[in-house]
């Protein structure tokens, strides 16, 4: 039961949002927002609670209208501003499940199935598949009540009912929030598998920047109404644009100068005096303040005289050194800068500790193209 | 800390749940009294009841207090219904109002619904009977069903009429299929509720019936007042037990979630 | 192509007002027509002039609310509110250490609750009747009497019967709503102001009682209300000698014969419940601003 995509231009985008501004009372909770999604993608939503991911959400199923002037919502090519969910080829995941409690599994599955008005033996047959799918045997599921059920189990069924009417686009509302940890993760790899099995497109919100980063094609990074960045998942944690998706994926550190030109190259001057080199950036000009956002896995502690040639380097003193497990990481405190974090993979403290002690003098250094320089939120 | 309730507060409690209790217990007992003068236990009997069932008032107020209460719990459930569903899931002007509005007639006095409208349906030249009574009933049923069903609506989860709407039910399909099935327990008990206060109800009805059509409650009154004899006792265990097991249905209704 | 259906569906979903206009009509004009007009009438019935035949005759008349200063109806008006203000006390009384056993019942709780409130359910007729079936003169408790050697005594058609009946009638009204904001009391509380010493007294009359307020206010005037208009009770247990509001209006409309004076003693009752409810209201107010 693969979805074979219609032979239609491949090129075109599924799902459009063109300038798209949606408000409650006084307050906007879309704000121009504008993006494409392609046909086949599994594309996030990812931003904290109230950056407007659900509502745009919700702007596709159509549980919400635009405002009057606030932009178009277009489906494989169609405007469906004013259209009801019930006309929209969408299926969606609820957050919670959303099943029907006085329906078995099986009706439950059924339920859009059966308001198409399909054959009964069409539908049985369909339903019995889908559930397969989504790996809970028929035989067992399929008389069970939802209330019977486990949270992943019925969200598994949740995703039988979306995906077993065979749509093109299938929205999923932060689907494994209330699923516990292991679980979750066996889940996300399913639904990926999932989602290039079938060739649907997959619209996914959450809130969690690993699953946004484990999942995704592409992913938006939303911050109050607004798209803050548009990309990869490489692209998003590698060159975060502004300091918001900077702090919001991954960590960061956050080190702030002026921008001086000398020659062909760019420096950055600390306040305190010194100065560290930049890569190029079409946004460079002389004398402007800039932040730059180094990740702490780019850094590395040396002792002060002993920093490689062609890095950059702030000294400071150290804090902390704290057990990760895997990585260890060590907080320095540089003078007008604060705390800066370093990732040192662990090569095994019992065997190869760290020579680091708290109120030791240390430099922190990093390469030159391995910071960001941001944008303006 | 310590938990243990002081006695003295405990046999007060006991105190007030026997006064509460105990003299409907023992009217019931007395319903098997075989001594018409009903103050010492003379033998058992099931004489009074018999006789129930040979009076031809008591068999028409039965009769006309089974179609008023059929009549105004379906109206009111409709009505009340609907109400619950608009304050539920609409926004709307007026909201407030209605809502404030809602509560008058629970805390009116029966005494002025009843001769309100008696004055009224006199105005109006409409004669009294079974219709007047079945409207004042509705009357003052309405608030309590859209209570009842309110609260279970409040506690539905919305998502659920979104699931299906995405699913390619409309606002109608999904109505029938997912609302009321959700709603049934709760509209079950609104109703349950709405037929117990008609059927129990005396004064309203008594303002708003004519001579020819008393409610069981008008003709218990009647024997109340005239003439003091166990049958009065018989048909008060009937109208107790009946109304005990609908409150009991009621109220398992809207526990089961 | 729409079927009517669609069409239909089509034209309300950008109108949500139209939408709940729609299905909020049909009850609310139910209770407008059947409820509020009649009031209004009632009302306008109250200063109109009395008619041959008890009914009302055009003009304006404020006599019938003036005849309300007379001793014999000033009296009947001291008596309904006397007496509802003594039945709201004893329920108080007798309902609080009920409600407060109930909340801190545990396992026996909803069992409690339930036999609570099953007589608030059941027929005020019938309930009204088993009080007089024990206070009779040939009634339960005066046959037991006699059987003890003692003289009978007569309680019924006196004001301990009509009490007894408004006590026995309203004692669930004022149980739950203490027992509901009881159940929300925070026991820990209790515990800390144990720990800071509070004998359990202290602690009931600085902790418990303040925060049971809301459910006593609230428990007080689901008494208090009922009883101001309350007919029954003092017409079956009380006889004609212990008129409250209510027989008096009953009466203006059957043996008296003068609708506009009963309308007027009818408005007379809602006035005073509505009065209790907007100090309810602002009481309630007051203490939640209070609170934030």
Known sequence: MVASPPPASLSAPVVQLAHVTKTFGDVKAVNDVSLDIQRGEFFSMLGPSGCGKTTTLRLLAGFEQPDEDGGEVRLMGEVVNRRRPYERKVAMVFQNYALFPHLSVERNVAFGLEQRKLPKAQIADRVRHALQMVRLDPDVFARRMPSQLSGGQRQRVALARALVLEPAILLLDEPLGAIDLKLRKEMQLELKALNKQLGTTFVYVTHDQEEALTMSDRIAVMDNARVAQLGTPAEIYENPRTAFVAKFIGESNFLEGQARRSGEDWQLEWAYGGCARLPAHPGLRDGNTIRIAVRPEWMDVWRPDEVPAGENAVGGTIEDVIYLGETMHVLVRVPHAGTVTVAVRNEGQLIKPLPWKRGDQAAVAWLPEDCQILEDD | ?257 | MASPRQRILGWLHPRPQARAWLLVAPGTLWLLVFFLVPILIMLVYSVMPRGIYGGVDPGFTLEHYRRFFDPLYLDILQRTFVWSVACTVICLVLGYPVAYVIARAGRWKSFLLFLVVLPFWTSFLVRTFAMIFLLRDTGLINNWLVKLGVDPIAMLYTPFAVMAGLVYGFLPFMVLPIYASLEKLDLSLLEAAEVLGARPTERFRRVTLPLSMPGVVAGCLLVFIPALGSFLTSDLLGGAKQMMIGNLVQNQFSAARNWPFGSAASFIVMALVLAAVMLYLKVKDREQAKAT
């Open chain 2, 1 to 257: 800390m310590s938990s243990r309730l002081p006695r003295w507060l405990i046999s007060v409690t006991l105190a007030v749940y026997a006064f509460l209790h105990l003299p409907l217990l023992v009217l019931v007992a007395f319903s098997f009294n075989d001594s018409k003068f009903s103050a010492s236990w003379v033998g058992f009997t099931l004489d009074w009841y018999y006789r129930l069932f040979q009076r031809p008032d008591i068999m028409r107020g039965l009769k006309a207090s089974l179609i008023v209460g059929g009549a105004s719990t379906v109206v009111s459930a409709v009505l009340g219904t609907l109400v619950a569903l608009a304050l539920a899931r609409h926004r709307f002007r007026g909201r407030t109002a209605l809502e404030g509005f809602l509560y008058v007639p629970i805390v009116t006095p029966e005494i002025v619904v009843g001769i309100s409208l008696l004055i009224l349906f006199a105005l109006a030249k409409i004669p009294l009977g079974l219709t007047t009574i079945i409207i004042a009933h509705v009357a003052f049923c309405l608030s309590f069903v859209v209570i009842v069903v309110l609260a279970r609506l409040e506690g539905m989860d919305q998502n659920l009429e979104e699931a299906a709407m995405i699913l390619g039910a409309d606002e109608i399909t999904t109505f029938w299929k997912v609302t009321v099935p959700q709603l049934w327990p709760g509209i079950l008990s609104g109703a349950l509720l709405a037929f117990t206060m008609s059927f129990d109800d005396f004064v309203i009805t008594s303002f708003v019936s004519g001579s020819g059509s008393s409610t069981l409650p008008i003709v218990v009154y009647g024997m109340v007042r005239r003439n003091i004899e166990p049958s009065i006792n018989a048909i008060s265990t009937i109208i107790l037990l009946v109304t005990t097991a609908l409150i009991y249905l009621a109220d398992r209704l809207t526990r089961e979630k």
